[in-house]
């Protein structure tokens, strides 16, 4: 039995119900990120897809690029307590990728790699991954997205904390057990809903 009415609910506790717990709201766009912002080559990047899948992919630039996009527009929330509201990001759909790799019935799980210096990872239930909002996104707010926002390439995965979200992305790993990237290594929660506020590995 619900404490209060829906009727009752008011346009300042809707909007509320918009930010996760913990955060606030920022106007610009904070970079975020460990090491520097690495070199991009269209000539020697690949974006591979590997592991328990039964089409490993290899996509060179020209390949990537032809592949069919779409735009969504999302909230973005960092770990740190920053939101950041409608980003408009457009890229290729994970499932669009998903779709050629041909995931094994036993992949469970996905660990994205960046081609950064500190060899950046981050995992993710393959469920968390394989949905329809989720991007390699290549814009933000109609143009390129920049090299220190993770440009040309990104992951974006709206419904977690930012940092599943990959800058640079060159790799996603198909895995048959879980197994934990650079953040959740060192403290950070595997899952990472906001909502749950699931910031750090001691709440699991
Ligand atoms: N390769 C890489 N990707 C990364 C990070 C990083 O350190 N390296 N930081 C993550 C974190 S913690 C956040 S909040 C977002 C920040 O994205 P932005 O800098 O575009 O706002 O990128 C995520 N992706
Ligand atoms: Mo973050």
């Known amino acids: 039995m619900p404490l209060f009415r ?3 609910k008011t346009r ?23 090491g520097s912002v690495p070199r991009f080559d269209p000539s020697t990047w690949r974006l591979r897809v590997w592991g328990a899948c039964e089409a490993p992919l290899a996509l060179d630039w020209d390949a ?3 592949l069919p996009t779409f735009e969504t527009t999302q909230d973005f929330h960092c770990v740190t307590t920053w939101s950041r509201y409608d980003n408009r990001w457009g890229g290729v759909s994970v499932q669009e990728l998903l779709l050629r790799a041909k995931p094994r019935a ?7 790699h960046s081609y950064d210096g500190v ?5 993710l239930a393959l469920s968390d991954f394989d949905r329809r909002e989720n991007l390699i996104a290549t814009h933000h707010d109609g143009a390129p997205i920049t090299p220190e926002h993770g440009g040309p390439v990104r992951a ?13 992305l060159s790799g996603i790993e198909l895995l048959t057990e879980d197994q934990r ?20 590995s001691y709440m699991e």
């Open 6 to 8: 829906r009727g009752l």
């Open 12 to 34: 300042k506790a809707r909007s509320t119900d918009r930010l996760p717990p913990g955060q606030r709201l920022v106007r610009g766009w904070p970079v975020l990120h460990e």
């Open 64 to 66: 990537f690029s032809a």
């Open 106 to 112: 036993d992949a469970r799980f996905v660990l994205l």
């Open 119 to 123: 060899g950046y990872t981050t995992n």
């Open 156 to 168: 974006v995965v709206h419904h977690l904390y930012a940092w599943k979200s990959a800058k640079w």
């Open 181 to 200: 990237g650079f953040w959740e290594v060192r403290g950070y929660h595997n899952h990472a809903d906001p909502w749950l506020e699931e910031r750090y």
